[in-house]
């Protein structure tokens, strides 16, 4: 994991690398590595890996909005936070997909809050699984995974590559997937959020409509719920 600060004040470069080290000794982690720049324009000229991104929005040159953008072209997968003291610009930063939107001056507890949200989901988009059948072992990542079918003794692994023929049981990938992302739905299907298309009290569609699962009514209501606070922690 890398971690990206842009800012033009430096007092709140180094408030915000203090929260973060905090934050991952609080955790008892090893405090990945924090680079920080004072110009959109640095910070987009720089080649590394953006995976948690703290954006100022006014700033000398080229604002956040542009370069949050930009940011987001080269990788939807980057976790970006608006760190600003203007609201009148959440409606802009959320057209390409904040992460969640902090107002100046950082209230230590509320960010502590969103920087667990931002480390769970970046383990969630980064986990990769083995995936065992008969013919070898396959290592993909766990967004990847469409859904979990099982019918009989057969368990397939419906993915955005193809599917797989897995030789563990339904209560092993249940066991392994992380749980704010998957969720079994019918003893016979477990999906992912992510690949969700719509569903009603009955299925789930996923992957634009190309797959269905079962819902069963007693399930209803918790998976709407786990469902939507995955939505709300990938806003």
């Known amino acids: 994991m890398r971690i990206v600060i842009c800012d033009d004040d430096i007092l709140v470069i180094r408030q915000i690398e203090c929260l973060i080290k905090t934050f991952f000794e ?23 890996a953006k995976d948690i991104i703290f954006l100022d929005i006014e700033m000398p040159g080229i604002n956040g909005i542009y370069v ?11 976790i970006i936070f608006i760190v600003t003291s203007y609201p009148e610009y959440l409606d802009e930063a959320m057209r390409f997909h904040v992460f969640r939107y902090l107002s100046k001056p950082l209230e230590k507890q509320r960010f502590f809050r969103n920087m667990k949200d931002a480390v769970d989901l970046y383990n969630t988009i980064t986990v990769k699984v083995p995936i065992e059948t008969r013919q070898g072992i ?6 990847s995974i469409i859904m979990i079918e ?37 003893r016979s299907f477990i999906v992912n959020f992510e690949h969700i298309s719509d569903f009603d009290h009955s299925l789930v569609h996923l992957a634009d409509n190309r797959f269905q699962a079962y819902l069963t009514k007693r399930k209803y209501t918790a998976f709407k719920d786990a469902y939507l606070l995955y939505l709300e922690s990938t806003r």
């Open 26 to 48: 609080i955790k008892s982690i090893k405090c990945p590595e924090i680079i920080s720049f004072s110009s959109g324009e640095s910070l987009l000229a720089d080649k590394g």
């Open 150 to 186: 099982a019918q009989g003794r057969n368990v397939t692994l419906h993915t955005t590559l193809h599917d797989f023929e897995s030789v563990h049981n339904m209560q092993y990938w249940l066991d392994l997937l992380p749980k704010n992302c998957f969720f079994q739905t019918h």
């Open 138 to 143: 396959h290592t993909l990542l766990a967004s």
């Open 68 to 78: 949050g953008k930009e940011l987001k072209k080269a990788n939807d997968r980057s």
